[in-house]
């Protein structure tokens, strides 16, 4: 492992022809949990290549468990700023 290089990197290796092959095969009759038993690479390395690959216009097999990654959750409106009287305020 090279110096600096984190485990996540050194972990990974390019993706070969042979799983390119499979992952096309595969996406559109299994789900991502299955994908990544099958190529033995992490959940988020399976959904991006597929991304990628424009394999995302086709849905997994069982894409209610991606309905998160799908759908991120909603962030709150920003709060308004509360302004008090400069009467009431510590510093004139």
Known sequence: MALGASMTEAAMSRWTDEELRELITLW???SVAQIVKRLHRPRWAIRSKAKRLRLDG???HNP???????N?????????KIML???LRADP
């Open 28 to 30: 559109p009759t299994h």
């Open 58 to 60: 086709l849905q997994p």
């Open 64 to 70: 209610s468990e991606d309905v998160e990654a799908d």
């Open 72 to 80: 991120p959750p909603k962030r709150r409106p920003p709060q308004r």
């Open 85 to 87: 009287p400069r009467s």
